[in-house]
């Protein structure tokens, strides 16, 4: 069984910085690509970043292009992902996430495992 547990989520400035974990446990768990998604109230789950396996292939959505940076730990069986340059409309929960195919998506429904979530707050 896989799991994944997040932290690092808190309250910041706007324009500050975060810097969010995933700790992923199971077997084969490195073998997988790894993304964040988030989810603010009232709106979809949206993809943010995903980073896979075998290419080490990595992709952003646009809206956080440019101010975050998604990373593997040298195990890959963690993930980080450090936002700078945060705005309100950066507030939402976020999830790490796990898929067994490494395919690299921004789908959401395509991943098979899902951490907890940790909430991140940004004051304007």
């Known amino acids: 069984q896989v799991q994944l547990v997040e932290s690092g989520g808190g309250s910041v400035q706007a324009g500050g910085s975060l810097s969010l974990s995933c700790a992923a446990s199971?077997?084969?768990?490195?073998?997988?690509?790894m993304a964040w998604f988030r989810q603010a109230p009232g709106k979809e789950r949206e993809f943010v970043a995903f980073v896979t396996w075998k290419t080490s292939k990595i992709e952003y959505s646009d809206p956080v292009k440019g101010r975050f940076t998604i990373t593997r730990g040298n195990a890959k069986n963690s993930v980080y992902l450090q936002m700078n340059n945060l705005s309100s409309e950066d507030t939402a929960v976020y999830f790490c996430?796990?898929?067994?195919?490494?395919?690299?998506?921004?789908?959401?429904?395509?991943?098979?495992?899902w951490g907890q979530g940790t909430q991140v707050t940004v004051s304007s």
């Open positions: 199971g077997r084969f768990v490195s073998n997988y690509a």
């Open positions: 996430a796990a898929d067994i195919t490494d395919g690299g998506y921004r789908d959401s429904k395509l991943y098979d495992f």
